[in-house]
């Protein structure tokens, strides 16, 4: 499986501030996805991610508010923007398995808004 | 209704008891189950992948799913302190890549 590392790992933001996260991969991956882990709710996906081409946001999640670029095969970054107290929450990219819909994923960003 | 529906717990079971964790689900075009494992404050870490019915075994885990009941289950046999973590049913359609639906997870706590 492959290694996967987010920076940060945790950090507390003023409102109307964003922040950048950043996700890097030890292997070269197609899709790489970006999910939501909000307190008593399942994983949400926010956006998928693939290099080369747009983001592909899910509904209810709008490029202006998670920016998300990807500009090679082992590294891409989620951006939230002008933040409020609401978007408190555990943020985590995943990448593909080698088998259909197998995902693996990074440690998780901590997310605190103020 | 959830397409995936999952009890939350917490659930506290003895060292060596047989745990039976489980998932209904709404969706009769998934083809795709797996379970998650997610210690605090980590990434959720993939358990067992299956496709369509029937078990599948690793080691102390079983994986279980019955597609005519929509239902499936994970089962720890004798379960570990180390084995306390949130563990999450995922599922997907088959078809090239499909999105994953998550369940919310049920934290289990195993007490020595």
């Known amino acids: 499986s492959a290694v996967i590392s987010q920076k940060p790992s945790r950090d507390i933001c003023q409102r109307g501030t964003s922040l950048t996260i950043q996700c890097q991969v030890d292997s070269q991956v197609t899709m790489m996805f970006w999910y939501r882990q909000q307190p008593g709710q399942s994983l949400t996906l926010i956006a998928t991610a693939n290099q080369g081409s747009e983001a592909t946001y899910e509904s209810g999640f709008v490029i202006d508010k998670f920016p998300i670029s990807r500009p090679n095969l082992t590294f891409s970054t989620l951006t939230v923007s002008n933040m409020s107290p609401e978007d408190s929450s555990i943020y985590l990219c995943s990448v593909e398995g080698t088998s259909d819909n197998e995902q693996f994923f990074g440690p998780g960003t901590r997310l605190t808004v103020l | 209704q959830k397409e995936v529906e999952q009890d939350p717990g917490p659930l506290s079971v003895p060292e060596g008891a047989i745990v039976s964790l489980n998932c209904t689900y709404s969706?009769?075009?998934?083809?795709?189950f797996m379970w998650y494992r997610q210690y605090s404050r980590k990434g959720p870490e993939l358990l067992m992948y299956?496709?369509?019915?029937g078990n599948k075994e690793d080691g102390r885990f079983t994986a279980q799913v019955d597609k005519s009941s929509k239902y499936i289950s994970l089962f720890i046999r004798d379960s570990q302190p180390s084995d306390s973590a949130t563990y999450l049913c995922?599922?997907?359609?088959?078809?090239?890549?499909?999105?994953?639906?998550f369940g919310i997870g049920t934290k289990l706590q195993v007490i020595p």
């Open positions: 969706n009769s075009a998934f083809q795709y």
């Open positions: 299956t496709y369509s019915s």
């Open positions: 995922a599922m997907s359609r088959a078809g090239g890549y499909q999105k994953v639906t």
